[in-house]
């Protein structure tokens, strides 16, 4: 959870690396975007991930974590992921980034 880890991690020297198949910003990585302390970019950070997220693999994975198969969504090719960056260190929690 980005926003969890996040605020935890305001104005710490601390970056955080992430690579991603998750379409859906949270309010955090959103802000994080919009105001300079985060960059967003298309792709995996490592080339093999994806080849890691075969559509059966996900699925045993969705139901072992959540019961049933969430999202059939195909994350096996490197156009479904990208990698986002965040500068911990400029974060001021509940005001604007440094």
């Given amino acids: 959870d980005y926003d969890r880890l996040l605020a935890a991690l305001a104005g710490q020297d601390a970056l955080v690396i992430s690579s991603t198949f998750n379409r859906h910003d949270s309010v955090w990585t959103r802000r994080a975007v919009a ?3 985060g960059q967003s970019r298309a792709g995996p950070l ?7 997220q075969r559509p059966g693999r996900r699925k045993r994975d969705q139901v072992a974590m959540f019961g ?4 059939a969504r195909r ?3 490197p156009a479904a992921w990208r990698c986002r960056l965040f500068d911990c260190a400029r974060i001021v929690q509940g005001g604007v980034s440094r």
């Fill in 35 to 37: 105001e300079g302390w």
């Fill in 46 to 52: 490592f080339p093999a991930a994806p080849g890691r």
């Fill in 68 to 71: 049933a198969l969430l999202s």
């Fill in 75 to 77: 994350v096996d090719g």
